[in-house]
């Protein structure tokens, strides 16, 4: 029962390195997201996916960019990282609708220096 | 566009007595969820309750309970007899075609 899997849970970057934070479920859902955590804000949605096949914008996507790679993972990248991108980076996964709420990975806290 | 609102950022309540933390949303919609989820120190978000927005029954889930009210796009969660394993970010939670999040309250408990 591993339910939604985050990889790193830690990384310390550059400014200007790239990276990727993988995600995988195991519940086979339809729907995954990417959401990011600063202190004060809440949880902000960067991009999610629907179905396999799409991906689309959420509140703050500037800077990202995503990857469903088939039903199972949904990776986020970031390109050229910034110090505004330390953050606490959640994947979730849902069943098409979400109307039992998301399943949250354990979270991977950036730093970008 | 929707928005959820936590009015309280900080809150503490005494080992064993009642708390209520709010939520206030705003939606044009008749049908949706509302979640509220956990946060302890672990950093896991744990889904806590549940409403669907067309039951007018209020949600309980053991010593979590919830006041929905509607018409006044209103969603508070009460704990009762709460327990210092209680403590965390509590973060109120929307959902139309995507969750939308409150900006959280963090819950101490006093021993």
């Known amino acids: 029962n591993a339910g939604v899997t985050q990889t790193p849970k830690f990384q310390v970057l550059k400014t200007g390195q790239s990276m990727t934070l993988q995600c995988a479920q195991d519940m086979n859902h339809n729907s995954m997201y990417w959401y990011r955590q600063d202190p004060g804000m809440g949880l902000r949605l960067i991009y999610y996916?629907?179905?396999?096949?799409?991906?689309d914008k959420g509140e703050v996507p500037n800077g990202y960019n995503v990857s469903r790679l088939n039903k199972r993972e949904f990776s986020l990248r970031l390109e050229s990282a910034a110090p505004s991108q330390t953050s606490v980076y959640f994947c979730?996964?849902?069943?098409?609708?979400?109307?039992?709420?998301?399943?949250f990975g354990s979270g991977t806290r950036l730093t970008v220096v | 566009a929707q928005t959820v609102t936590q009015s309280q950022p900080e809150m503490s309540v005494q080992e064993a007595e009642t708390v209520t933390l709010s939520c206030t949303y705003d939606t044009s919609e008749s049908d949706y969820y509302l979640f509220w989820y956990k946060q302890p120190p672990s950093r896991q978000m744990i889904l806590v309750i549940r409403?669907?927005?067309?039951?007018?029954q209020n949600a309980t889930e053991n010593r979590f309970s919830v006041n929905f009210q509607k018409a006044a796009k209103s969603f508070s969660l009460k704990i009762s007899d709460s327990q210092l394993g209680d403590a965390a970010m509590y973060f109120c939670?929307?959902?139309?075609?995507?969750?939308?999040f409150g900006k959280g309250t963090r819950l101490h408990i006093l021993p």
């Open positions: 979730a996964s849902s069943d098409i609708w979400g109307d039992y709420g998301y399943t």
């Open positions: 996916s629907a179905s396999e096949g799409t991906t």
């Open positions: 409403q669907e927005a067309y039951k007018q």
């Open positions: 939670a929307y959902r139309d075609d995507k969750i939308i």
